[in-house]
């Protein structure tokens, strides 16, 4: 019977595996010279992967770990990683339309508040801090351009529009 | 042998312009804030700055780098002394004898010692760069094309082997570094490779995308998955100021000296790092001691061995990363990785062409080790440790807001993003694996270098695999590689060996 890590690395490393097959395939078709470096990496890079999985399979790269592996779990916390993973990529898919300093906030607020802190006015003093840390280095000092705010954009569309319309 | 007094001081006055002097406090203050903040590294730090720092003149990046890592070294003793839980991995010394001497309401004393042992290690490490690599890199001169690509196969090999636990996880990691660095347009044939039709790969993946994924995401994550609610009590970081160095100099003197010149070969040894330097210099500190019972039950000599072999690792694992793009340690590795950022490329030419920013670099290697004694003591610790009140469910999601700023004002696009976010869940499940990370950078940093010479060699050769093994410094060079790999198979032969003999007993 494997266990919980035995059963991760053996599926990370066919994982690997597969990905050196793909890559070796997705490089065949270039001139021997291009293809020569990367084919002699996945050639070396597959040879270790098998034998990390012989390792896997019997047991031996566990037994470096000590005993951590004994009772270990992929995840410290499922549901909070899944969580974070999630909130995160929702951040990332809107961050361009609603701009960054509202989105930063709300994801600030969401991912606080979903791992259980409740401590309101801390949360809310700390995101100003931050913000206005993020503005006054990136923006004033660095000149980062950043997604601008969804009703700075608006504000602009409209201001566009009015000028047009008295031209 | 000294020519390179001359361009060392000419660099000096560089150092003292306004903008790089705020450059190095705002690095120090910044790493003293990140190493006290138990989970946070120097290497976190370093990798969510270098993107913020393309619009500033190189010195400046890279005083705050150097700032951050001597700052953030320092930095981790803070919670190692008040709370027994240490801030970077090499400070898990210090709570040796930092904590217990806490406890005896010594805690004042003991940061204090930390701050002055953790100054005096940097400086005596920021003295040997600067006497060390110049001489050291007029070496380099005499390697061609093959000598360079086992150059490249002998850093990455000992990063591989030497870093973590599983060697074979270690060259795993190092080929996903060397196959990431291949993506994107061939330099020689212009064809694409590995970039399936997707235009922002033409150019190859971005070392920082990389770097900011498998280094700021997986610990943020890794906060949100503990969800610690609370930041430190006021109550647990009180200190009570008493004794004075000053008084006690004679006894810090040796430890200094023995720390330093151990963190000096520990750092320039590839791969072995601040914790290793830590350790052995803890250990010899000891075993000379007239009182080595008194070790671990709170002795300030022991806190003193421990942060200043520590430092001393920071500016020497630096030597052979600017001499020949080698680095000492994975933090030296993410700042080679900034060099390589603003356009210097480690080697001769690095001292040739930017005599400036080389020896500029290591003054302030040099200055912001001192700068840990003004900003390092009394008032700054209250404030560091008022900062490890900050839970780390708020931290979390602010890292990882700063991923995204560093990212995207790369280039403005999100396609960088949210690669650099697939690399922040690999390197998760690398981490929850035990593969070690730095490999993978170093196998992005050292791939082209190693892939250009072989090309070039083999070009020179007509083609003739054997001219890689000709010359006599790569014979030295390949007899290096070859003993740092089979060192897993030579310990285990030893361990066999050892248990033999115990059960025949």
């Known amino acids: 019977m494997f266990s919980s890590y035995q059963k991760t690395e053996i599926v990370v490393c066919i994982f690997l ?30 040879l270790f992967v098998g034998v990390a999985l012989i390792r896997a399979v019997m047991g031996i790269s566990q037994k470096t770990q000590g005993a951590k592996a004994a009772d270990w779990h992929f995840f410290a916390n499922p549901k909070r990683f899944i969580i974070s993973v999630i909130v995160f990529s929702i951040y ?16 600030i607020i969401c991912m606080a508040t979903f791992v259980g802190y409740r401590n309101y006015l801390h949360l809310t003093l700390s995101l100003i801090g931050f913000l206005a840390f993020v503005y006054l280095v990136f923006i004033l ?12 954009a608006a504000t602009d569309t409209c201001h566009i529009a009015l000028v047009r319309y008295h031209v | 042998m000294f020519d390179f007094v001359e361009p060392l001081f000419n660099a000096l006055p560089l150092v003292f ?30 990798a969510v700055l270098i993107p913020l720092t393309f619009s500033l003149q190189p010195l400046v990046a890279l005083g705050m780098m150097a700032g951050i890592y001597n700052g953030a070294m320092y930095g981790g003793a803070v919670p190692a002394i008040l709370l027994k839980i240490p801030g970077t991995p090499p400070s898990i010394v210090t709570t040796f004898d930092g904590y217990p001497m806490g406890q005896q309401g010594r805690a004042a004393y003991a940061l204090k010692i930390a701050c002055w042992s953790s100054a005096i290690g940097g400086v005596i490490s920021a003295i040997s760069l600067m006497l060390f690599a110049p001489p050291l890199v007029k070496l380099t001169l005499l390697f061609g094309p093959a000598e360079y690509f086992w150059v490249a196969m002998f850093g990455l090999s000992s990063i591989a082997i030497l870093l973590g636990k599983d060697p074979v996880k270690g060259i795993i990691a190092a080929c996903l570094g060397l196959l990431f660095g ?39 994550i890794q906060m949100l998955e503990k969800a610690v609610l609370k930041g430190f009590t006021a109550a647990s970081l009180k200190l009570n100021p008493e004794d004075s160095i000053l008084n006690n100099l004679s006894s810090f003197i040796p430890v200094w000296l023995r720390g330093g010149i151990i963190g000096i070969i520990v750092g320039i040894l590839p791969a072995t790092g601040g914790s290793m330097a830590a350790f052995i210099s803890y250990n010899e500190t000891k075993r000379v001691s007239k009182e080595p019972q008194t070790f671990g039950e709170g002795n300030p000599l022991g806190v003193a ?22 680095p000492g340690s994975g933090v030296a590795a993410v700042i080679l ?26 003054w302030q ?90 090309r070039l060699s083999l070009l020179l050769s007509q083609g003739d695999w054997g001219s890689l093994f000709q010359n006599r410094l790569s014979q030295i060079l390949i007899v290096l590689t070859l003993t740092i790999l089979s060192m897993p198979l030579l310990g285990m032969i030893r361990r066999k060996i050892k248990k033999q003999s115990t059960s025949e007993r």
């Open chain 1, 17 to 46: 595996l597969g990905c050196c097959l793909f890559a070796f395939i997705s490089i065949r078709h270039l001139p021997t010279d291009a293809k020569m470096f990367p084919n002699l990496i996945l050639a070396v890079m597959s």
């Open chain 1, 92 to 107: 990332l898919l809107s961050i361009e339309s609603v701009g960054f300093f509202t989105s930063s906030g709300l994801l």
């Open chain 1, 141 to 152: 000092v660095f000149e980062r351009p950043l997604p601008k705010e969804f009703f700075l």
């Open chain 2, 17 to 46: 312009e306004l903008e790089n002097l705020i450059g190095m406090v705002v690095g120090v203050t910044a790493g003293m804030i990140v190493g006290s903040l138990p989970g946070l590294t120097a290497t976190l730090a370093i």
């Open chain 2, 182 to 220: 291949t993506v994107g347009s061939d330099v020689v044939t212009g064809h694409q490779r590995l970039t399936w039709d997707f235009k922002y790969l033409i150019d190859g993946i971005d070392l920082l995308v990389i770097l900011t994924g498998l280094y700021a995401i997986p610990p943020a």
């Open chain 2, 305 to 326: 061995a421990a942060e200043c072999g520590n430092n001393a690792d920071n500016a020497a694992a630096m030597i052979p990363a600017l001499v020949l793009g080698v």
């Open chain 2, 337 to 362: 990785a900034g060099l390589l950022v603003h356009g210097l490329q480690p080697g001769p030419s690095l001292f040739r062409d930017t005599p400036d920013i080389v020896y500029g670099f290591m």
């Open chain 2, 365 to 454: 290697m040099f200055f912001t080790s001192i700068l840990l004694i003004a900003f390092g003591g009394q008032i700054a610790i209250r404030l560091f440790a008022q900062v490890m009140r900050l839970p780390q469910t708020l931290l979390a999601p602010m890292i990882l807001c700063l991923t995204f700023v560093g990212i995207y004002s790369l280039g403005n696009n999100m396609f960088e993003v949210w690669l650099m976010f697939g690399f922040g869940l690999f390197g998760y499940v690398l981490n929850r694996l035990n593969f070690p990370l730095a490999p993978i950078v170093l196998g992005l940093i050292l791939g082209g270098m190693a892939e250009h010479n072989l």
